[in-house]
């Protein structure tokens, strides 16, 4: 999987969120995209995962444009938020079920992407707790476990390790770099460049919505 971002625009009204930035990474790869508070980073990201259309400018992941094909790279792409939606009466299983069926996987071999999903992340022990009971690190791990169900070829995560404890931290660098090994391009933004020291091959620096 190459990514390449490609003189990438967004304006909101006459703000520049973000002002033309380009920059590349493959498969393999954990790319830590820092910068402080309101530096551009979201806006980025949600146009990365075809949650936000750019004002100019391109995503193309192994070719396919996020502008021209936003169906075909959802397929393509796990989307992880910097904070888990509420559902306060679901536990984790229901709730992985359920995108695991919006993904479009059936029967008995949704019900193995799940469990994989579920021991990967070491959730198989919580499965029956309700979301609303879980701490922020189980949050995020339940999460990334919804962003894996489909297999995807890049991890896009929008500030993963804000509020982990330094355990969490460790356990999610763990996971990160077994999917990097795997082949996956992993993404992950925050405004803390020490979070991401012990966690990326390489950084990528925005302020003011620029490089």
Do not use: W
Request: net charge negative; proline share 4%; aromatic share 6%.
């Amino acid at each position: 999987m190459d990514v390449e971002i490609v003189n990438l625009k967004k304006y909101f009204g006459k703000t520049k969120a973000v002002d033309d930035i380009s920059f590349s990474f493959s498969s393999g790869q954990i790319v830590g995209f820092v910068g402080p508070n309101g530096a551009g980073k979201t806006t980025t990201i949600k146009m990365m995962s075809t949650l936000n259309e750019p004002t100019s400018g391109d995503i193309f992941y192994d070719g396919v444009s996020v502008v021209e094909e936003p169906e075909k790279v959802r397929k393509l792409i796990g989307y992880m938020p910097d904070s888990l939606p509420t559902h306060n009466d679901i536990d984790v299983h229901e709730y992985l079920d359920f995108f695991a069926r919006a993904y479009g996987i059936q029967g008995k071999q949704r019900a193995l992407v799940v469990e994989q999903v579920e021991e990967f992340t070491n959730l198989k022990g919580i499965r029956d707790k309700l979301l609303k009971t879980l701490s922020k690190g189980m949050k995020q791990r339940v999460s990334l476990a919804r962003a894996l169900l489909h297999d995807p070829s890049i991890l896009i995560m929008d500030e993963p390790a804000a509020g982990l404890d330094p355990r969490a931290r460790i356990e999610l660098r763990e996971l990160l770099k077994i999917l990097a090994d795997q082949g996956k391009a992993i993404f992950l933004s925050s405004h803390i460049l020490t979070e991401l020291a012990e966690i990326c091959d390489t950084a990528v620096i925005i302020e003011q919505g620029r490089l």
